[in-house]
Nanobody
Framework: QIQLVESGGGSVEAGGSLRLSCVVS????????MAWFRQAPGEVHEGVAA???????AYKDSVKGRFTISRDKAKNTLYLEMNNLKPEDTASYYC?????????????????????WGRGTLVTVSS
């Protein structure tokens, strides 16, 4: 059974940094596209950073230059390095996986169309 377990969330002040981790088990994760989505209170899920199975990456415009997605295949772990955090980054962050691409030139796959996701980890940024 596929499992995605996130960790690394917490409370930081604006300008601070956090690194989220997602340990993957139950399948050959190297063949899947992976991503981080987030959901702020009262908002819908939105894609933040994605890495397709071919290694290509994409970011939400508002996090470009601040967030970096990476994966360690030997550890079956996906990471999201978040720097210069802003109050508007406050949200629950979810690790997701899909056998197909998560982003294409036409745009991102929506949350409802994704195959697997974890339970999330909360990030709170205070001003």
């Amino acid at each position: 059974q596929i499992q995605l377990v996130e960790s690394g969330g917490g409370s930081v002040e604006a300008g601070g940094s956090l690194r989220l981790s997602c340990v993957v088990s139950g399948y050959d994760y190297s063949r899947y596209s992976m991503a981080w989505f987030r959901q702020a209170p009262g908002e819908v899920h939105e894609g933040v950073a994605a890495m397709n199975a071919d290694g290509s990456t994409a970011y939400k415009d508002s996090v470009k230059g601040r967030f970096t997605i990476s994966r360690d295949k030997a550890k079956n772990t996906l990471y999201l390095e978040m720097n210069n955090l802003k109050p508007e980054d406050t949200a629950s962050y979810y690790c997701v996986a899909d056998p197909g691409p998560i982003f294409t030139p036409m745009g991102w796959v929506e949350w409802a169309g994704l195959d697997e996701w974890g339970r999330g980890t909360l990030v709170t940024v205070s001003s």
